[in-house]
């Protein structure tokens, strides 16, 4: 159900329709991530079923560029049943099945895009095309830092190559604030002494054992 609830809260951006002039500028979605868009940007900021959702879009009268970002609330993050990612495999089960639910209520044909990386981030990249089997609609998804971001392009005409390099390239993720996608489990500092202490015996060992050698009769 709760995956149900997030892919609807990415499908609700899709729905938002707005004609611009075309012009390429720079724009923060948050102190994280910036990136370029095309016409006139607007922004948009609601709360769904108790979760923040806040994007930036243009659009002109065949295409649509949005980037959303959604903020989980505490029910999400500290539920025994949260289906937030805790590590690289469940990770990708996230993705997977955001994308699985959103292909549920879209009409057309779904193509996995596969594993995605960024800054030395993961992410999940889908498309959906036309019964012709023409790419119309690619969306990007990084979870970072108990957040959901996706960046989607659509055109009813098809993807024009130049403009989905174009934007999907210019995305960016500001290093500085040390964006994590799932827990790190770090060594604590009492096996940090143990680990160091049985290398210098081993390390010991080995230099007596050579010293032995050099010095049998």
Known sequence: MKIKIISILIL????IIFSQNKVWGTYDLDSIVYLEMPFTVYEFDTIIDNNRVYEI???????????????????????????????????KTFYLDVIDVLNEINTYKLDYGG??????LEGYRFLHKNNDG??????????????????????????????RKKFFNSIVFNDEYKPIQYPIKRMSYRNKIILGLLGLLLFSYILRFKYKRKHIP
């Open 12 to 15: 609700f951006s899709y729905q």
């Open 57 to 91: 879009y243009s659009e002109d009268k065949s295409s649509k560029f949005i980037a959303q970002k959604l903020f989980f609330s505490e029910h999400y993050s500290n539920s025994s049943k949260s289906v937030l990612p805790t590590n690289a495999k469940s990770l």
């Open 115 to 120: 594993s995605i990386q960024k800054n030395n």
């Open 134 to 163: 023409k790419s119309l609609h690619e969306t990007n998804m990084f979870y970072i830092n108990k957040n959901l971001y996706s960046f989607s392009y659509f055109n009813e005409n098809g993807l024009n190559e130049i403009e």
